[in-house]
């Protein structure tokens, strides 16, 4: 792969990686922009033999993970773009100034996360009250993850546009 600028800032991507569906694709788009890739769980997972690639395995108690991540968003903002479906992750990350992506390809935005969070909210009562009984998410599916890639690309060149 050709690299799109020699002398680009670094951009860092965070992955709230204990239920993601598309690490393969952010090291791939990670690769070709120069970026710094930091794998964060409760567990370690394989992750690829590359000097840009770092596993952070955090202990499991509860939000670690999501803890370690908005940390080093600040850290790192507004060079950073957030992988993860977690809704209260992605508003403390935007608060942080990072980019957040969801696996599927949507990017939560200021304009989106209000509703976000209220929806998840609504729909937390909604199967409390259900006892147990829910549908959980539709399965993850080929277009999803062509999305994705769509979507991480165009906000890797947007954040390597804006910071030079």
């Known amino acids: 792969m050709t690299d799109i600028q020699p002398a680009m800032a670094v951009i860092t991507i965070l992955i709230d990686a204990d239920a993601c569906p598309v690490k393969d694709e952010v090291y791939r788009v990670a690769e070709r922009f120069r970026a710094e890739v930091r794998v964060v769980s409760n567990s370690p997972f394989r992750i690829p033999d590359h000097p840009r690639v770092k596993r952070v395995v955090v202990d499991d108690s509860f939000d670690a993970a999501d803890d370690w991540i908005a940390e080093e968003a600040v850290r ?71 999305k994705f890639l769509q979507s991480l690309d165009r906000v890797m060149g947007a954040v390597a546009r804006q910071h030079p």
Not at 112 to 126: F, P, V, Y
């Open 76 to 146: 790192v903002s507004p060079k950073c773009v957030i992988i993860t479906g977690d809704i209260p992750l992605a508003d403390r990350s935007l608060k942080a100034g990072a980019r957040v992506l969801k696996h599927n390809g949507d990017e939560f935005t200021h304009a989106s996360i209000g509703s976000a969070l209220a929806t998840r909210a609504i729909m937390e009562d909604l199967r409390a009250g259900m006892d147990g009984i829910g549908g959980g998410p539709k399965p993850f599916s080929k277009a999803d993850r062509s």
